[in-house]
């Protein structure tokens, strides 16, 4: 009885139950309502008919419009209520004033390393337009001096953050969309908790919806009695709201200011394979030792100031405070952040810059597939100009109505050149890109229009670093174990199932 009561008022349960009880209620309304059935008809036209110019008019990517457009068309009724409640990407008007001052901030420091664009144009013009156009509209500098090591399983990462963990001596900041109870997060935790008791400012930032499922309601004020200062990231209310769609699905860890992560790994056992929940879990993440963790440290302290309400300097925390030494690195690193309260969107853009000047060849590892027209021009153009264009996609799915969603895409992308894989073993969850040997980038973006459009995001793209190759060949090694999708395999589906994938496409913004 005890188990049944636990599991009815889990926070998900009573979520599920409210959300539903406004969903019927809106159906109660328009049954009750149904005398007036022409004028209810003719408001919601009305209403979808202005999302429809609202839409045509704003400045978002033409294919997330598109993408938008249709299902209102196709659903005139509810269309333009259902854009209202889930299809906005911005939040309200205070969070973006509060999100402002932070974000001017972050500006002052955009021009600092311009000096680095100078030298890198010297190297190599095309490196120089891309991390150009990152530095200014990410407001993220480029930086040499800057030690990089590619891992390309959450076991070699997680033993690597534990050894850096207990090194720390000032500070320690997390940020992370999933985090769960398990061997990976008590075994950090254990240690956060040592670290406090030894006086190191221990911080952590977490999504609420990505943790919905895996942490306990109000998991922050356990950790806040352990003297771990937490903050819990959009807070889900159980309300239709066009809120829930920004969630905060960095990756991010900062050590005394001079040693950080990123990647794809969250906090949870299935990232360093102790619980098979897909199969083998692969994924990838990236450790900086340098000047460029800097940029780490302003996205984090940037969203901590945003969600607790402060205002702190953050030239106490720069790289060089507690750094032992300089240290000297080949090539150039640009850790980015790209977030959905701007019309800019950087890091498709990251990956478009990439592709479309790519000579001999493009490797993507890739959870989901779910990509508008630009990044479909941009990889078919590219094969058919003769450069290797090669993506690795899960073998087993995560979410199947996703992958279905991912597999729509295989048939016009083979059929002008680009290879598909799907890796047997399990679930691919890395998001990386390498190029030519020469440009790479790992990170948290999915190809898919929730990272791409509406969740805030991070990545560090790196050029001529010693790195590149271990991604490369760690591409290299997955392709041993992947299968080859064939265009015969695309067109062997029932009629059936093209016909579901084809309406999923209506749906591709919620994906």
């Known amino acids: 009885m005890k188990k049944i009561l636990k599991v009815l008022l889990h926070r998900v349960v009573l979520v599920a139950v409210l959300l539903a009880i406004q969903i019927l209620s809106l159906i109660i309304m328009i049954v009750r309502f149904n005398n007036y059935f022409v004028y209810f008809y003719a408001c919601c036209a009305l209403l979808s008919f202005l999302v429809f110019l609202h839409i045509i008019n704003n400045k978002s990517n033409p294919s997330y419009k598109i993408a938008w457009l249709v299902p209102i068309l196709a659903f005139p009724i509810f269309g333009g209520l259902f854009y209202v409640l889930f299809g906005r990407n911005k939040l309200s008007n205070h969070s973006k004033k509060k999100m402002a001052a932070i974000s001017a901030k972050m500006q002052l420091i955009d021009f600092e390393n311009e000096e680095i664009i100078e030298i ?259 990889l078919t153009l590219a094969a058919k100009s003769g450069v290797e264009v090669k993506i690795i996609t899960p073998g087993v799915a995560d979410k199947k109505v996703v992958n279905e969603l991912t597999k729509s895409y295989y048939e016009v992308l083979i059929e002008n050149g680009v290879k598909i894989y799907e890796y047997i073993p399990g679930f691919v969850h890395a998001k990386n890109f390498v190029i030519d040997d020469k440009y790479a980038t790992v990170g948290t973006i999915n190809l898919d229009y929730r990272s791409l459009y509406l969740h805030f995001e991070c990545g560090v793209w790196m050029y001529d670093t010693d790195t590149i190759v271990n991604i490369e060949q760690d591409f290299e090694e997955m392709l041993k174990l992947c299968r080859e999708i064939t265009l015969k395999d695309c067109k062997k589906i029932t009629s059936k199932r093209k016909f579901f994938r084809a309406i999923l496409k209506l749906f591709a913004p919620l994906m």
């Open 120 to 378: 890198l144009k010297k190297e190599d013009v095309v490196a120089a337009k891309q991390a150009n156009y990152i530095q200014k509209l990410s407001h993220a500098p480029i930086y040499k001096n800057t030690y990089t090591e590619y891992y390309s399983v959450g076991e070699e990462m997680f033993l690597r953050l534990k050894e850096e963990l207990m090194k720390a001596k000032h500070y320690i900041f997390l940020e992370y969309f999933i985090i769960e109870e398990g061997v990976m997060w008590n075994s950090i935790l254990d240690i956060l908790i040592q670290k406090v008791k030894e006086g190191v400012d221990v911080r952590l930032i977490y999504d609420d919806m990505g943790c919905i499922m895996t942490l306990p309601y109000k998991y922050f004020e356990k950790l806040e009695s352990f003297g771990i200062k937490t903050c819990v990231f959009n807070p889900f209310i159980p309300v239709l709201s066009s809120k829930i769609n920004n969630r905060d699905h960095r990756k991010i860890v900062v050590i005394d200011g001079h040693t950080g992560f990123t990647g794809g790994i969250n906090l949870a056992d299935e990232y360093i394979n102790i619980y098979p929940k897909y199969g083998h879990w692969k994924d990838s993440a990236i450790l900086l030792k340098g000047e460029a963790v800097w940029n780490l440290t302003i996205m984090f302290l940037s969203m901590w100031d945003y969600i607790r309400g402060v205002k702190e300097n953050y030239e106490d925390y720069r790289p060089d405070t507690y750094m032992p030494k300089k240290i000297k690195s080949k090539g150039y690193v640009l850790p980015y952040n790209d977030t959905p309260l701007d019309d800019e969107t950087v890091g498709e853009n990251i990956y478009l810059n990439m592709i479309t000047n790519a000579n001999k060849y493009i490797y993507i590892t890739t959870p989901y597939l779910i990509i508008d027209n630009e990044m479909i021009t941009a």
